[in-house]
């Protein structure tokens, strides 16, 4: 049996609509950036060998140095893309047919996490910036509420037109639910009048 999704916070019975990350062009950026800033000292040899008479003895104290430095910086810019990495991954948006949920990995120790009823939306707009953006198909979507934090934000999240009427569509969901448990929980509450019968005892006024 196929387990359904979940996140940090997720309510038994809630019914989750859709869970979403940054595209994944963003993390392709940091990959290209790391995958070329590993071939920064591999390109600094070769210019040393090839345009100077400096060569380093297996063992010898700038033999070691070198090293030193060199295993120092691939631990630096791995950290980084480890960093970027748990950051994509941990970065996710999520719609409910309750509420809608963002949360935020800030560094590698802090999560921001915010959340609005879908009861409290107001309006929702997506945008989307320059021709990648527009070719990939991914953008911004942005949520007005009637809540404390009245603008909710999805970042660079893939079909931001998709995203916008998905919200929009549970939103309305949300409210006949709503509107149908009030109608009916009056009629629980409401009194009953049993119907009068020919039989059924009166009394008679007299003046």
């Not at 100077?52 to 104290?61: D, K, N, P, W």
């Not at 021709?131 to 934000?153: P, S």
Request: charged fraction near 20%; avoid cysteine; proline fraction near 5%.
């Amino acid at each position: 049996m196929k387990s359904q999704p979940q996140f940090p916070g997720h309510d038994e019975g809630e019914v989750i609509k859709a869970i979403m990350r940054r595209h994944w062009l963003r993390l392709f950026r940091h990959a290209l950036w790391f995958i070329l800033e590993t071939l920064i000292p591999v390109a600094g040899a070769i210019l040393l060998l090839l345009f100077t008479q400096i060569r380093l003895e297996v063992g010898s104290l700038p033999y070691v140095l070198a090293i030193l430095g060199i295993s120092l910086y691939y631990l630096y810019i791995l950290l980084f893309f480890f960093a970027d990495l748990v950051d994509y991954h941990l970065d996710i948006w999520v719609i409910t047919d309750r509420r809608l949920v963002s949360i935020e990995q800030k560094g590698m120790f802090n999560r921001v996490v915010a959340e609005q009823p879908i009861l409290k939306v107001q309006d929702v707009t997506h945008e989307m910036h320059g021709k990648l953006q527009t070719l990939m198909d991914f953008g911004n979507v942005h949520i007005q509420t009637a809540g404390e934090k009245e603008r909710f934000i999805f970042a660079e999240v893939p079909h931001p037109d998709r995203v916008a009427k998905l919200i929009l569509k549970t939103h309305d969901e949300a409210i006949q639910a709503h509107d149908q448990r009030r109608v009916d929980m009056y009629q629980t509450q409401a009194p009953t009048k049993a119907p009068l019968t020919p039989d059924s005892p009166h009394q008679e006024s007299h003046l």
